[in-house]
């Protein structure tokens, strides 16, 4: 299994340009999550989805869009980037509401990001 | 959920046993302990939870007081690879709650030392 993959590892854009941050998992997980690091900060949930077709906001979902339309991809988009969404973004994924699994949550290496 | 209070650093020597505390003293009778580290860069890794019985795996071993107020997280023979930054989380578990957020505080900074 590769886990949870994400790219790309490394992007800088124009204040006011859009792309797509790409996350992948291959254990079949239900719920996957992205969350942003800040400098010296802890992580900050932006989006989740609890399988295919099913998305929610987290506590900073403002500037982001995420859609699930696979149980393995849930891609992340920044619609006209801005310079306070300069950061570390982290993908994590695990098993939902299966009683007795472990609800371990796995991370993806992260993508850097810089918005000049 | 609960809010954790954890030490902002401590120092550790390589080879001996790092105890990382945790204190949690509104903990509720369903929520569980988590612990989560960070490896500079890297992403967050799970390492081990526990509800009340003291746990352990090939990573570390946690020990839950018995009022449940606090915890300790033992890394029995510390390597420089152990250097990160370690998440205290408390939370209800996900198959009882279907909240699966994690909320990371700021966490205890662990240096191994040579």
């Known amino acids: 299994n590769a886990g949870v993959t994400q790219t790309p590892k490394f992007q800088v854009l124009k204040t006011g340009q859009s792309m797509t941050l790409q996350c992948a998992q291959d254990?079949?997980?239900?719920?996957m999550s992205w969350y942003r690091q800040d400098p010296g900060m802890g992580l900050r949930l932006i989006h989740y989805?609890?399988?295919?077709?099913?998305?929610d906001q987290g506590e900073v979902p403002n500037g982001y869009n995420v859609s699930r339309s696979t149980t393995e991809d849930f891609p992340l988009r920044l619609l006209s980037a801005a310079p306070s969404q300069t950061s570390v973004y982290f993908c994590?994924?695990?098993?939902?509401?299966?009683?007795?699994?472990?609800?371990?949550?796995?991370f993806g290496p992260g993508t850097r990001l810089t918005v000049l | 959920d609960a809010k954790t209070t954890q030490p902002t650093s401590m120092d550790c020597a390589e080879g001996r046993a790092a105890n990382l505390p945790c204190n949690h003293s509104?903990?509720?009778?369903?929520?569980?302990v988590y612990w989560y580290r960070q490896i500079h860069s890297q992403g967050p890794q799970y390492i081990i939870h526990?509800?009340?019985n003291n746990e352990t795996n090939e990573m570390a071993s946690l020990i839950i007081t018995e009022d449940r107020k606090s915890s300790t997280l033992i890394l029995p023979h510390a390597t420089l690879r152990d250097t990160a930054v370690y998440y205290c989380?408390?939370?209800?578990?996900?198959?009882?709650?279907?909240?699966?957020?994690?909320?990371f505080g700021a966490g205890t900074t662990v240096t191994v030392r040579a």
């Open positions: 994590a994924s695990s098993y939902s509401n299966r009683q007795g699994a472990t609800d371990t949550q796995y």
């Open positions: 254990m079949n997980h239900e719920y």
């Open positions: 989805s609890v399988g295919a077709g099913i998305t």
């Open positions: 509104t903990i509720s009778g369903n929520e569980y």
């Open positions: 526990g509800l009340k």
């Open positions: 989380i408390v939370r209800v578990a996900p198959h009882l709650s279907n909240d699966y957020k994690l909320s």
